[in-house]
């Protein structure tokens, strides 16, 4: 998305997508039925309103369930702090005027809770596209500056479409005036 003629913005998606949501959802309730089940086959009552797990004897079945109901809840835990976090959103801005290149993205907690990047525009060589079609199919835009690093550009995720990859990729090299390589 190009702002005016001397700055070019993309804004960059997160954890803070469909996908991430489904799946924190679906690791919420079957971990919770999970250790309800092997809770209520320690206990002796039940927890999980609704099945009827009275059947089940907690050594080994009660203790399986258990483990994996705290597996679950841990996993789910941590994707709902990805998405809280929304942690990989961020931008990329590219400004004439200043003569910087800005690539900036929101981490975990801790240290790099954010990274921000800044080059300026004459150590850009050129912009670089990876496709690779297959089983996992790759497909990135890629920053190339001096000496020759690549950074990447295109969020993480499902994989774009390859005409809005070409698309975005020949807009910023028109923009920034460098080659566009890997098309």
Known sequence: MQVNDFIFR???TGARRLSN???AIASTIGGVGFLLAGLSSYFHT???KVTDVSGVQFVPQGIALTFYGVAGTLLA???WLNIFLNVGSGYNEFNKKQGKVTIYRQG???KNREVKIVYD???IQAIRAEIKEGLNPKRTL???VKPKKDIPLTPVGEPIALSSLENQGAELARFLTV???GL
């Open 21 to 23: 949501y489904l799946v």
């Open 142 to 144: 890629y920053l190339r």
């Open 10 to 12: 993309q804004d960059i």
């Open 46 to 48: 039940n927890l999980l």
């Open 77 to 79: 835990s941590y994707l």
């Open 108 to 110: 975990f907690l801790g």
């Open 121 to 123: 525009m004459d150590d």
């Open 179 to 181: 080659p566009l390589e």
